[in-house]
């Protein structure tokens, strides 16, 4: 696997800044380096060498699919009350075109995998005459700075390298969002998941390799060659050599094999399935998705699982992966908040939409959540994604609920009458 860790490592963190002002930097512009055995240039990119594990591609694709699905908004507590800020520009910016060049889900897709790969995902907060304009990735290396000595909300500071969107200088928490994995040694760098599991991702970018190789050296025709206890001329042993690579290659799968000189080819009864290549692969697979937290019938292994059992699954995939991603990714911004002096304010991402059940188990829950007064019709109707209907806002409740008082006694409330009763009014049985 050193060609996977000079693949990753190569380029796995840009050099950082040793002080502001710092050097130019190469923004996002790949470094080639030479794959023994690979002829795809796609492959010799070094940095995010990582993907090239289709099991790591696969679980980093599912957490970003996820996450940029995810509706944003900015939520004002007032009180014990809570509401939405539908005008608040970083609700515009998440929800709309994050900048110039990108959406907020195309950003969200990068700042999930930039984390991932590298620990952190850093990204800047354009602010033109004291509003919020634009948020763009930072692709350049960015080193973090703490000074007790300076004032509050300026003693972190960030010193970047630049690059095509961000220039070269140093920035300041209200202009800097960190959204770093939940491995941290400090609090403040994150860990990156593709270092950790780079012996599971080298071995299953191994495993791809060997299936290129058995096919192209024709895996379809696993054996040998038997020659002829006489000797062989280097020439005849040369003729041999091109009628087996001849026969290599899936477009050569079915065709059988001849060769002169006596030879002959003998099939070996090693299968796929004895050299456990398959179970090796769903074991790397099963280490990469327990590294990226991400359920292995995600990333379509199939586990048997019923259907029944995949809801409550997939509710456990948003409560135990995207959740905590989710909320990383909220609380990333309580500084840009506080540079606007909204410290009642805080970004939130809706995965109720992630968790729906199937259409009997949902309307049941509504129901219950309905008549006990947690849900009005309009608010699920927003949940289901469907126009509003006036009158629907205010809550229903059952008439033959009642509520409990200090001294014992219960409460009831009738069609007939608003005031309190002992139970014993029209409308009640005994």
């Known amino acids: ?8 490592f190569g380029e796995a963190e840009r050099p950082e800044p040793a002080a502001a002002p710092v050097s130019p930097a190469t923004g996002e512009e790949p470094q080639i380096v030479h794959v023994q055995g690979f002829s795809n240039p ?9 993907l090239m594990s289709v099991d790591y591609a696969a679980c980093e694709q599912t957490k970003a699919r996820s996450m940029s699905s995810l ?3 900015v939520i004002r507590r007032v009180g014990d009350n809570r509401e939405t800020v539908h005008d608040h520009p970083l609700a515009r910016l998440f929800n709309g075109m994050a900048n110039d060049e990108m959406t907020g889900a195309d950003l969200r897709n990068w700042m999930r995998l930039r984390c991932d790969t590298f620990g952190n995902a850093y990204m800047r907060v354009e602010w033109w005459r004291d509003e919020i304009v634009a948020i763009w990735p930072i692709l350049g290396g960015v080193r973090q700075r703490f000074d007790m000595d300076r004032p509050e909300g300026r003693r972190t500071a960030y010193d970047v390298v630049g690059d095509k969107y961000t220039e070269r200088g140093r920035y300041f928490s209200d202009e800097i969002v960190n ?25 299953s970018v191994d495993l791809e390799r060997f299936y290129q190789s058995m096919l192209r050296n024709g895996n379809h025709h696993m054996g040998h060659v038997e020659l002829p206890e006489k000797n062989i001329q280097p020439a005849a042993k040369d003729d041999l050599r091109k009628a087996i690579d001849a026969k290599a290659g899936i477009g050569s799968a079915g065709k059988t094999p001849i060769f002169a000189y006596g030879a002959k ?37 199939n586990n048997g699982s019923t259907y029944s059992g995949s809801q409550q699954q997939n509710i456990d995939y948003v409560v135990e992966t995207i959740l905590p991603d ?43 959540m309905l008549y006990g007064g947690v849900y009005s019709r309009a608010e699920i109707r927003k949940m289901e994604d469907l126009n509003p209907i006036a009158g629907l806002e205010k809550p229903l409740f059952p008439l033959n609920y009642g509520t409990v008082e200090e001294d014992g006694s219960v409460t009831v409330y009738s069609s007939d009458t608003t005031e309190p009763a002992d139970g014993n009014q029209a409308g009640m049985t005994d």
Request: glycine letters at 6%; aromatic letters at 12%.
């Open 71 to 73: 509706p944003v908004d």
């Open 326 to 368: 989710a909320r990383a990714l909220e609380m990333a911004f309580a500084p840009v908040f506080a540079a606007r002096n909204e410290f009642d304010c805080s970004l939130k991402l809706d995965v109720r939409g992630l968790m729906r059940g199937d259409d009997s188990a949902r309307s049941a829950y509504y129901r219950e």
């Open 1 to 8: 696997m050193g060609y996977f860790r000079e693949l990753f």
């Open 265 to 301: 080819w003998v099939n070996d009864n090693q299968t796929m399935k004895d050299a456990s290549v398959i179970e090796q692969q769903e074991w790397v697979l099963q280490q990469v998705c327990r590294a990226c937290n991400v359920p292995p019938w995600k990333v379509y292994y």
């Open 42 to 50: 796609a492959a010799k990119l070094a940095g995010y060498g990582a």
């Open 179 to 203: 959204v770093k994995t939940h491995i941290t040694k400090n609090g403040t760098k994150g860990l990156s998941l593709a270092r950790l599991a780079c012996e599971e991702i080298g071995l």
